[in-house]
């Protein structure tokens, strides 16, 4: 079946604009994660989402980040008035469960904020 | 919360050669340690993984092993090959409502022909 898919691919922005980023999980998952990966670093967490329940949002580096899933499926992530140090790849992952199950990954959407 | 060391960033090994790469994590409740390899420009995907109740796993050429007293995990590779260059994480989660996947800072794995 389909993979966990994100839109868009590429995206390159002015500093100070908003920008969403689009994430659609595999069906049937009920958790999503979104991470960062800047250039050459590891996975940093920032969100995910585990069916009804509250989002964790313990990994946001600031409040102009947010994110919503509607409907328990697709995830946008919303970066107000973007910065420079904004620039990474953002990944999107859905499992079956939470925790203690394979995370597959999306292909990313690479934000550059010049 | 979970804090996941990974050493070394770089290795480089020749071709047919083991490598091995190692973690170690904060949190005594973490008990889903999985690694994800992922190669240059693509997604991260998962390679093996290993639960608290088992001290080693193996997948044809990779193993893992975990040692849960002093808390850490090992990824062993062995005969390696060219395709088996990419970078490797290590992450750590723990169950229950809280769990979610710590990752380490990555391997650049590279092997040499």
């Known amino acids: 079946g389909a993979g966990v898919s994100q839109s868009p691919s590429n995206k390159v922005t002015e500093k100070g604009k908003d920008v969403e980023l689009r994430c659609d999980p595999i069906s049937g998952h009920t958790a999503l994660y979104w991470y960062r990966q800047s250039l050459g670093q590891g996975l940093e967490f920032l969100i995910y989402f585990q069916g009804n329940s509250a989002p964790d949002k313990s990994g946001l580096p600031s409040d102009r980040f947010s994110a919503e899933r509607t409907g328990g499926s697709v995830s946008t992530l919303t970066i107000q008035r973007t910065q420079q140090e904004d620039s990474a790849v953002y990944l999107c992952?859905?499992?079956?469960?939470?925790?203690?199950?394979?995370?597959?990954f999306g292909p990313g959407t690479r934000l550059t904020v010049t | 919360g979970e804090n996941v060391e990974q050493h070394p960033s770089t290795l480089s090994v020749q071709e047919g050669d083991s490598a091995v790469i190692k973690c170690t994590y904060s949190d005594s409740a973490s008990n889903y340690f999985p690694w994800y390899k992922q190669e240059l420009g693509k997604r991260p995907q998962l390679i093996i993984d290993?639960?608290?109740?088992?001290g080693e796993k193996k997948d044809q050429r990779i193993a893992v092993t975990l040692n849960k007293t002093a808390k850490h995990f090992s990824l062993h590779i062995t005969e390696t090959q060219p395709e088996d260059s990419a970078v490797y994480f290590c992450?750590?989660?723990?169950?229950?409502?809280?769990?979610?996947?710590?990752f380490g800072t990555g391997t650049r794995l590279q092997v040499t022909l």
């Open positions: 992952a859905s499992s079956l469960l939470l925790g203690e199950a394979e995370q597959y």
């Open positions: 992450a750590a989660s723990s169950s229950g409502t809280a769990s979610k996947l710590t």
């Open positions: 290993i639960r608290s109740n088992v």
